[in-house]
């Protein structure tokens, strides 16, 4: 079949897994592996320790996130066309990136197919393995992916999802947090055996960095349409849609830092009294007890059907998302040097290649590590270790490739990024540094 007929655009993809649509550009990250596994394991085994680093993470990270609409729809291209341009040796940041994406594209979807697979053990009888399960997921992905099949659970995934994510509030808002809660959240501490969970909720708190450069190329599908919306608000051209793609991203990013505070809370006022923190092959089974303490047991077959869809969504989206970032990768490489043809002729062989290749891989990683937990914070961490790097390209991509000023970012942006690069910078070496001295 025809792969551009199918999942040719990028927006069609990131509209099923992350809910885009007018408000909701990032709105995905506030329901996936992160939010699901790694805040509430940061409440259950450290209380309210590690909840800083919620805010920290959104504060700091935001405007590697912003750059990415900013550069699509001053430029009219995507990131990687401008780490193409960055000064230096021809095609090193893009070398950079596809190195990201090789080492991502196996961990991540490696971290996702088995908490989706924690999740459906859930559902079955005891001794089904993690391992059977993830292929099982994993292959129906690929064949969705194949004959583009996925229609019809996006718009399930959504309102499910949507419904887990009430469901939270209320579980918050009868269980509210207790003392610990202001100076955990504003007072900076790694307790000891917390380094690795604290580096990946950096990596993927709201998500990875290199997802900016997915929302630059989903901005690159949306832009007429932001355009149109900001001339019926009385806006027009590129400011006026640029208005209007921000406007989008800040709430969805707004409500992942509100969700993800709340997971934490969750672990904290729920799972650490009960001395349980998720782990293992019944780590759904454990988060499912965030709701069924609270709200009753009858939510925990409704969870297990959100938590799944939405956890499925999100392995389809990485499925198709990094062999795609691989795929366009290889085309800015190729036009470096000069080999425009080439490109057209393996578009698809680059893609499926990489596509099972990640998924072999992924798969072998699950049999080794059949613990969903420490697999998502494997991927979590490899995201955090290459995010300087990315966050310090998407600065110079905006600061000097956008030719009109006026659609550059401002000077309180650019010593908000500056600041946000030293601080990930920091939180990178001092991470590296507590690793090898332990």
């Given at each position: 079949?025809?792969?551009?007929?199918?999942?040719?655009?990028?927006?069609?993809?990131?509209?099923?897994?992350?809910?885009?649509?007018?408000?909701?550009?990032?709105?995905?990250?506030?329901?996936?592996?992160?939010?699901?596994?790694?805040?509430?394991?940061?409440?259950?085994?450290?209380?309210?320790?590690?909840?800083?680093?919620i805010p920290f993470s959104h504060l700091f990270k935001y405007p590697a996130f912003e750059f990415g609409p900013r550069f699509a729809v001053a430029t009219g291209?995507?990131?990687?066309?401008?780490?193409?341009?960055?000064?230096?040796?021809?095609?090193?940041?893009?070398?950079?990136?596809?190195?990201?994406?090789?080492?991502?594209?196996?961990?991540?979807?490696?971290?996702?197919?088995?908490?989706?697979?924690?999740?459906?053990?859930?559902?079955?009888?005891?001794?089904?393995?993690?391992?059977?399960?993830?292929?099982?997921?994993?292959?129906?992905?690929?064949?969705?992916?194949?004959?583009?099949?996925?229609?019809?659970?996006?718009?399930?995934?959504?309102?499910?999802?949507?419904?887990?994510?009430?469901?939270?509030?209320?579980?918050?808002?009868?269980r509210p947090p207790t003392a610990g809660f202001w100076p955990g959240l504003v007072v900076p501490t790694i307790p000891a055996g917390s380094l690795l969970l604290?580096?990946?909720?950096?990596?993927?708190?709201?998500?990875?960095?290199?997802?900016?450069?997915?929302?630059?190329?989903?901005?690159?599908?949306?832009?007429?349409?932001?355009?149109?919306?900001?001339?019926?608000?009385?806006?027009?051209?590129?400011?006026?849609?640029?208005?209007?793609?921000?406007?989008?991203?800040?709430?969805?990013?707004?409500?992942?830092?509100?969700?993800?505070?709340?997971?934490?809370?969750?672990?904290?006022?729920?799972?650490?009294?009960?001395?349980?923190?998720?782990?293992?092959?019944?780590?759904?089974?454990?988060?499912?007890?965030?709701?069924?303490?609270?709200?009753?047991?009858?939510?925990?077959?409704?969870?297990?059907?959100?938590?799944?869809?939405?956890?499925?969504?999100?392995?389809?989206?990485?499925?198709?998302?990094?062999?795609?970032?691989?795929?366009?990768t290889i085309r800015q490489l190729r036009r470096c040097g000069g080999e425009p043809r080439a490109e057209r002729r393996t578009g698809g062989l680059l893609y499926?290649?990489?596509?099972?290749?990640?998924?072999?891989?992924?798969?072998?990683?699950?049999?080794?590590?059949?613990?969903?937990?420490?697999?998502?914070?494997?991927?979590?961490?490899?995201?955090?270790?290459?995010?300087?790097?990315?966050?310090?390209?998407?600065?110079?991509?905006?600061?000097?490739?956008?030719?009109?000023?006026?659609?550059?970012?401002?000077?309180?942006?650019?010593?908000?990024?500056?600041?946000?690069?030293?601080?990930?910078?920091?939180?990178?070496?001092?991470?590296?540094?507590?690793?090898?001295?332990?």
């Amino acid at each position: 079949m025809n792969q551009g007929r199918r999942t040719s655009a990028w927006a069609r993809t990131l509209d099923r897994v992350r809910w885009i649509g007018p408000g909701m550009v990032m709105a995905a990250t506030a329901i996936g592996a992160s939010h699901l596994v790694l805040a509430p394991t940061a409440g259950a085994a450290f209380g309210y320790a590690l909840l800083w680093v919620i805010p920290f993470s959104h504060l700091f990270k935001y405007p590697a996130f912003e750059f990415g609409p900013r550069f699509a729809v001053a430029t009219g291209t995507s990131l990687l066309d401008g780490y193409s341009a960055v000064p230096g040796p021809r095609g090193w940041a893009l070398w950079i990136f596809l190195a990201g994406t090789i080492v991502q594209g196996v961990t991540v979807l490696a971290g996702v197919l088995g908490v989706s697979a924690a999740v459906v053990a859930a559902a079955l009888p005891p001794g089904v393995p993690i391992p059977l399960l993830s292929l099982f997921i994993g292959l129906l992905c690929a064949l969705l992916l194949w004959s583009g099949g996925f229609d019809g659970l996006s718009g399930l995934s959504k309102w499910m999802l949507l419904g887990l994510s009430l469901m939270t509030v209320v579980t918050f808002v009868s269980r509210p947090p207790t003392a610990g809660f202001w100076p955990g959240l504003v007072v900076p501490t790694i307790p000891a055996g917390s380094l690795l969970l604290f580096g990946a909720l950096l990596g993927w708190m709201p998500t990875g960095i290199d997802v900016s450069v997915w929302h630059s190329l989903w901005a690159l599908e949306r832009r007429s349409t932001w355009e149109a919306t900001a001339d019926r608000a009385g806006y027009s051209g590129s400011k006026g849609a640029l208005r209007v793609g921000l406007a989008d991203m800040r709430f969805g990013y707004g409500l992942s830092f509100a969700l993800a505070v709340m997971f934490v809370v969750l672990g904290a006022e729920v799972l650490r009294p009960l001395g349980e923190t998720p782990s293992g092959a019944g780590v759904a089974i454990t988060i499912a007890r965030l709701y069924t303490e609270v709200l009753g047991a009858w939510v925990y077959p409704f969870f297990l059907a959100a938590a799944f869809l939405g956890m499925f969504s999100t392995a389809y989206g990485v499925l198709d998302g990094f062999p795609r970032a691989f795929r366009e990768t290889i085309r800015q490489l190729r036009r470096c040097g000069g080999e425009p043809r080439a490109e057209r002729r393996t578009g698809g062989l680059l893609y499926w290649g990489f596509l099972l290749g990640s998924l072999a891989l992924a798969l072998a990683e699950t049999a080794m590590i059949p613990d969903p937990v420490i697999l998502v914070t494997i991927a979590a961490v490899a995201s955090f270790l290459i995010a300087p790097v990315l966050y310090t390209l998407n600065y110079v991509c905006v600061t000097r490739l956008i030719p009109d000023p006026e659609l550059r970012p401002g000077r309180g942006l650019r010593i908000w990024a500056a600041v946000g690069i030293v601080c990930m910078l920091a939180a990178t070496g001092l991470f590296l540094y507590l690793l090898l001295a332990g």
